[in-house]
């Protein structure tokens, strides 16, 4: 994984300060969460790592991951926040969520409570996941339902180098597209899905042709108002 330097951030009451400016160390990390839900679902986060400059030491470690949930489609991590509910707080890396329901939308966001040098600070809710359980039903008439059928594979070979094959399912022709960001929520590759079912080939390389780095990466399946987001690993 290659760091980016100005690029982390620690909350300072109510202001976020850039860490390389408060400790002039290059490689800290905060905290994303993405997460692909089924029926049962697992989320999962990383830590950060305290670092010594000199004879200057800030120090910090987790208290608490809080997991926050909306039924339905929110438009932002915020709208989950204030209308959803917390259904976790703890400190595992993991948790199922087993209040779901087939056919159904869900978002999720995720904030982490750190002591910094002693003092209690939350990490903003920014890493917002809309999840879909199973197939959608829609009246097409006054006795019959209509099944639409998304399906997103998990990408083959993963790990992978230099190539990795997705195969997807859309219940009818229209705007869809695959996209694939990084771990910090950046827009790596597009691809315009013209087929109801068929596969796309990602060859490690961003919108200029350039080889990417290794790491964890996610592509995401947007069609509508479905979205569905499964994470891969490339490994050069």
């Keep these: 994984y290659n760091f980016s330097a100005n690029t982390h951030f620690v909350k300072q009451g109510t202001t976020w300060s850039n860490i390389e400016n408060l400790v002039p ?7 994303m969460i993405r997460c692909f839900v089924e029926p049962i679902q697992t989320l999962q986060a990383k830590l950060i790592m ?5 004879s200057q030491t800030i120090t910090w470690q987790v208290l608490s991951y ?3 949930k909306l039924n339905g ?9 204030a209308s959803g509910t917390q259904i976790y707080s703890g400190l595992s890396l993991e948790f199922e969520d087993l209040q779901v329901a087939d056919s159904s939308f869900y978002s999720y966001t995720v904030t982490t409570t750190y002591d910094v040098n002693g003092t209690a600070l939350t990490s903003e809710a920014n890493n917002l996941a809309v999840v879909f359980t199973g197939d959608l039903l829609i009246s097409v008439g006054k006795n019959e339902n ?3 059928t998304y399906k997103l ?8 180098n230099p190539s990795t094959k997705i195969t997807y399912e859309l219940p009818q022709k229209g705007q869809a597209k695959l996209i694939i960001f990084n771990i910090l929520g950046e827009r790596v590759k ?13 060859n490690g390389t961003d919108f200029s042709g350039n080889l990417v780095s290794s790491g964890v990466y996610f592509y995401r399946l947007e069609s509508g108002n479905f979205s569905q987001t499964k994470k891969m690993l490339l490994l050069r």
Excluded at 50 to 54: D, F, I, L, W
Aim: net charge negative; aromatic share 14%; glycine share 2%.
């Design 66 to 68: 809080n997991l926050y």
């Design 25 to 31: 160390v290059f490689g800290e990390i905060i905290p």
């Design 190 to 202: 597009d691809f315009e899905l013209e087929q109801t079912k068929n596969f796309v080939v990602w």
């Design 153 to 160: 594979s998990q990408n083959f070979p993963n790990p992978f």
């Design 50 to 54: 305290p670092k010594t400059q000199n």
């Design 73 to 81: 489609q929110a438009s932002s991590a915020n709208d989950v926040l």
């Design 146 to 148: 209509k099944k639409i």
